[in-house]
């Protein structure tokens, strides 16, 4: 297996450490997790095709401590499983004579994500590519104290406004596309979240933000053997 993807993998559902603990799964060729922040105001899911790997579900209790020791490893490599009985107790990393093993956690200790029962209607969509990627990622690295962004819709037109208040502040404001635009109030995010999911995701040229006017955004990104997804809950009116 490619050691670049798995950092990939772990990339999009850490995001740069505000998800540490996950399940892993695998089966079908396929390695996938899903989490949500320890605020609970991000949840998602990430999936990863053509993998070779046993069926089997891992406790990953501290991914930080994890990517570290693929740090050591060279660009390929292989990975098992140590059992005791049917118990799955660490993960093996191979390459060339190095190796390392990664203790895994026990299943119950690992935040379980809430089931989305039933979603609201998304009334308005937003196209994402790399300008906007590129854009927003500069526009809060040049507001870092900044904790939101919010969403407006000024006469039929939707901007980003990172730094919004009702007062005079410092803000970037980013004018978008839509596909769709029913949006009839303000909603403010965490900024600081949703541009780590554009990091993680910076690879992917295409996808469509959805916003509800209930307090929920949802992005999916597709690319490559990759499908993400993630749902952003609407901070309280700034």
């Not at 060339?96 to 994500?113: N, Q, R």
């Not at 029962?117 to 590129?134: G, Q, R, S």
Request: charged share 25%; hydrophobic share 35%.
């Amino acid at each position: 297996m490619e050691k670049v993807k798995i950092n990939r993998f772990i990339q999009k559902y850490n995001l740069s450490g505000n998800v540490d603990s996950v399940k892993w799964k695998t089966g079908d060729s396929k390695l996938s997790t899903s989490f949500v922040t320890p605020d609970k105001s991000l949840l998602g899911s990430v999936e990863v095709g053509n993998v070779k790997f046993e069926d089997s579900e891992l406790g990953i209790y501290t991914t930080s401590q994890l990517q570290k020791m693929l740090g050591v490893m060279g660009d390929t490599i292989n990975v098992s499983t140590k059992k005791i009985g049917t118990k799955v107790i660490s993960l093996t990393m191979k390459n060339g004579g190095t190796s390392v093993d990664y203790v895994l956690s026990d299943l119950s200790v690992i935040p379980e994500p809430p089931k989305l029962k039933k979603l609201p209607k998304f009334e308005t969509k937003i196209k994402i590519d790399t300008k906007f990627i590129d854009t927003f990622v500069k526009g809060k690295a040049a507001l870092s104290e900044v904790d939101n962004f919010t969403i407006l819709n000024e006469g039929g037109k939707i901007m980003f406004v990172i730094g919004y208040s009702s007062t005079n502040t410092n803000r970037v404001n980013i004018p978008v596309e839509t596909t769709e635009n029913n949006l009839k109030k303000p909603i403010s995010f965490n900024a600081n979240l949703f541009k780590e999911v554009l990091v993680a995701n910076k690879d992917c040229t295409s996808a469509i933000l959805e916003v509800s006017n209930e307090g929920l955004a949802r992005v999916n990104f597709k690319v490559d053997d990759f499908n993400s997804t993630y749902f952003i809950v609407a901070m309280s009116e700034v």
